[in-house]
């Protein structure tokens, strides 16, 4: 117990003094502040979308009505387009990135021609549950234009988790936190190793009572910090995605722990900033494309598979799985033991080149 308390103790002094460097330092600052300008910026690409008024709508018809409803633009400028389902699971599964899933009741012909106001039933995801209120009155005025007569769209209860196999906003979110996380830690966490090696510091952190590994450990807290403060904003924008908060922490300390590994051990064996320059672009196109692409449905299976065993696919999946429903053990334990793995690998490869240094 002793043991392990002296080992946090000696952790956390290294890992605080290089924070209080790193804030102290104009360069890293500028790249949190620059990293946290680009998390806003896909964050309302992304998600807010202001300037972009177009609605897709998928409709399921189920009394198979006589009404056609067409691509229209309303008065405010926003274009709704349709498109048809023969069923409620398929306008389910179809709705991928879509806004709005409608289903037109049995007897709308009768509503219509009685002058009753018909009542459209309104499917929503998750992510806008909490503006059910907002989107009825919306999607209530719209399709009363639309339609040229008063209809009211009722959402309520009808909000959709997405399945875990079906790609969505999701896993356009999983891959953002890949991209976000990955950067901040390849632009800063080498510069903590480099830096020791410059100014001749890390020998003397490993001639005093600092291990190898309090010295690894005490470098990741500082590393820590640069992922909390960005990926932890990031995950804080994201947060109406998540269903499964228990998985998305786990997901978010697996993003982390391979981060800092990989930041540390390109520190490492670097010698230079320039070096550190073309290695972060080698491993940041080797980290942040197979999971922009593993579910890609139009890619060949084998493809598919081979970019799957990549260990930020597999963080990317974790992550998706927490924003989704459905997800089973056979999806889920494959990819926490590929990121368990590789999180094993580099902190041990980090370790031995650190020992290689104290001879």
Request: glycine share 8%; aromatic share 12%; hydrophobic share 50%.
């Amino acid at each position: 117990m002793r043991s392990l308390m002296d080992t946090l103790y000696i952790a956390w002094i290294i890992g605080t003094k290089d924070i209080l460097d790193a804030l102290k330092n104009k360069s890293s600052r500028s790249n949190i502040i620059l990293m946290i300008g680009m998390v806003v910026f896909f964050y309302w690409l992304g998600s807010l979308r202001p300037f972009d008024k177009d609605v897709s709508v998928v409709v399921y018809d189920q009394g198979h009505t006589s009404l056609t409803i067409e691509k229209t633009t309303l008065g405010d400028g926003a274009t709704y387009s349709f498109m048809d389902a023969s069923s409620l699971q398929e306008m389910e599964t179809r709705m991928g990135n879509r806004n709005l899933g409608l289903v037109l009741p049995p007897d709308l012909d009768e509503s219509l021609a009685s002058g009753a106001t018909p009542i459209l039933s309104g499917y929503v995801f998750w992510v806008d549950r909490m503006k059910v209120a907002e989107l009825e009155a919306k999607y209530s005025q719209a399709f009363s234009e639309i339609l040229n007569t008063p209809v009211q769209v009722v959402i309520g209860q009808n909000i959709i988790i997405p399945q875990a196999d079906v790609e969505g906003m999701q896993t356009t979110v999983a891959y953002q936190m890949v991209y976000f996380i990955f950067t901040i830690a390849l632009l800063l966490i080498p510069h903590l190793m480099l830096e020791e090696k410059q100014t001749r510091t890390l020998d003397a952190l490993l001639v005093s009572p600092a291990s190898p590994g309090q010295v690894v450990l005490g470098k990741a807290l500082a590393g820590f910090f640069y992922i909390l403060v960005i990926g932890g904003f990031a995950m804080a924008l994201f947060s109406l995605y998540i269903v499964n908060w228990a998985l998305a922490l786990a997901a978010f300390l697996g993003y982390a722990l391979l981060a800092i590994g990989l930041g540390l051990a390109v520190g490492s064996f670097i010698k230079s900033s320039k070096q550190s320059g073309i290695w972060m672009v080698v491993l940041i196109l080797f980290l942040v494309i197979p999971p922009l692409f593993y579910m890609e449905p139009n890619l060949k299976p084998g493809i598919r598979v081979f970019l799957t065993w990549f260990p930020t696919s597999a963080l990317a999946s974790l992550f998706r799985f927490s924003c989704s429903t459905g997800v089973t053990s056979t999806q889920f334990l494959p990819n926490l033991a590929i990121a368990i793995l590789s999180i094993g690998i580099v902190f041990g490869l980090v370790i031995w080149k650190v020992q290689r240094s104290d001879r």
